[in-house]
């Protein structure tokens, strides 16, 4: 067996069931889960529709890198959402449809490391705990970079020593941030850019929570977006993950897409060839006119924007919380550790939250997710205001 299988760690979620297990919750509440970040919103109709429509397709094999209509179609929609030069992206070379950004992130880590070189992955710390993973399989070790308050949730690149950038082939960033909600500024993706410019890394931007955000007139920049504005226009060493899964509530059409740097994508179609995970038909067609609307997404903000404010208004003044800048995860400080409020919560209450600790790892002498757990507003409104109440009932006997 591939001895790099032994380096990864249990799955939060893995440890989240073990903790929960030891208790027992009160058979009167209906469990509300405020733990996965699974979008409960209705799909889009038009998708349901196009899928059904096109089942015939599954007679057919799908190509790797997915048909030129769906290319297309992400090129134009990255083109208008961060105002890119007009045919500065290219559906052919700059352009690839995957299944979902999980996959690609996991798969994108082993296709463009050189485990030969001492290679390190850097990394945000609480992160998604794919990117350590990748970093495992590519036979690369980990270095995070802790976001805390202090530096508004994005990481403090002036901190981390020359030798590790010297070694550093590959940089995750996630931005809106999961689970903080922080989102990357101008400034710190410049600065990024200026130092894989100097030490020649690549920056893998996940910007899969883009489309989540608070305020219609301020949507978060992204990667490629900055790469423009610094006439970067071949964007060298960026590439930028998106999905419909949080954008459109399609998380089980498992459709998403890599853009960027076309010789990094050229190698990457070459591994995706061989490893099998083309997008199927009636997929693509579905997300080809997903990515063409826009409508349901403003919809699908306004149903977040009112759910943060009916939960912070009831946690506000017995948590210390606030809303992120996007996203769709509330990230609150606990009095108690992050696995005693958590286990507690559930016993009591019948409400399944995330420990922080369970995102992050100990780091430069701190574990940045201790006290704090990770709330995803993903139910409905009224599962949501539910649970607030409940949570404030709970924290009020601490």
């Not at 405020?34 to 096109?54: K, M, R, W, Y």
């Not at 530096?151 to 020359?162: C, E, F, M, R, T």
């Not at 149903?303 to 996007?326: M, T, W």
């Not at 949570?391 to 006997?397: A, D, E, L, S």
Request: hydrophobic share 40%.
């Amino acid at each position: 067996m591939n001895p790099d299988l032994d380096r990864l760690q249990p799955y939060p979620f893995e440890k989240l069931a073990t903790l929960k297990a030891a208790v027992e919750p009160p058979a009167e509440l209906a469990h509300i889960a405020l733990s996965i970040g699974e979008p409960q919103h209705p799909a889009p109709d038009f998708v349901i529709e196009a899928v059904t429509q096109q089942l015939p397709l599954l007679a057919k094999y799908p190509l790797t890198k997915g048909n030129i209509e769906l290319r297309q179609g992400i090129a134009d929609w990255l083109t208008r959402r961060f105002q890119l030069k007009a045919n500065s992206l290219n559906a052919e070379q700059h352009v690839l449809p995957v299944n979902g950004t999980r996959e690609a992130l996991f798969a994108f880590g082993q296709a463009v490391v050189d485990r030969t070189k001492n290679p390190l992955v850097l990394s945000p710390n609480p992160f998604y705990q794919i990117y350590e993973g990748a970093a495992f399989l590519a036979g690369a070790e980990p270095y995070f970079l802790n976001t805390t308050p202090e530096n508004n949730y994005q990481p403090a690149l002036d901190q981390v020593p020359a030798e590790v950038w010297q070694r550093c082939q590959l940089i995750f960033l996630c931005s809106p941030g999961n689970p903080t909600g922080g989102v990357a500024s101008r400034k710190t993706l410049t600065h990024l850019i200026e130092l894989s410019d100097q030490y020649d890394f690549i920056i893998a931007s996940d910007e899969c929570y883009s489309e989540l955000y608070p305020d219609e007139n301020n949507p978060p920049v992204g990667l490629l977006q900055i790469a423009a504005e610094l006439g970067r226009d071949d964007f060298n060493n960026c590439v930028v993950f998106h999905s419909l899964s949080k954008r459109s509530n399609l998380p089980g059409l498992r459709s998403g897409f890599v853009a960027g740097d076309a010789q990094v994508l050229k190698k990457f179609l070459l591994y995706r060839t061989y490893h099998g995970c083309a997008m199927p038909m009636h997929h693509q067609i579905a997300s080809t006119q997903a990515w063409a609307d826009e409508a349901h997404v403003i919809e699908n903000r306004r149903l977040y924007r009112q759910k943060f404010e009916a939960v912070l208004n009831i946690l506000g003044d017995c948590l210390e919380v606030s809303a992120p800048d996007a996203g769709f995860y509330l990230w609150p400080k606990t009095a108690i550790s992050d696995t005693e409020f958590t286990q507690r919560l559930f016993a009591q209450q019948n409400v399944t939250v995330v420990p922080g600790s369970y995102l992050s790892r100990e780091a430069h002498g701190i574990n940045p997710g201790d006290n704090h757990v990770r709330m995803a507003l993903v139910a409905t409104l009224d599962e949501c205001i539910e649970a607030a109440n409940r949570i404030k009932t709970f924290v009020n006997t601490l």
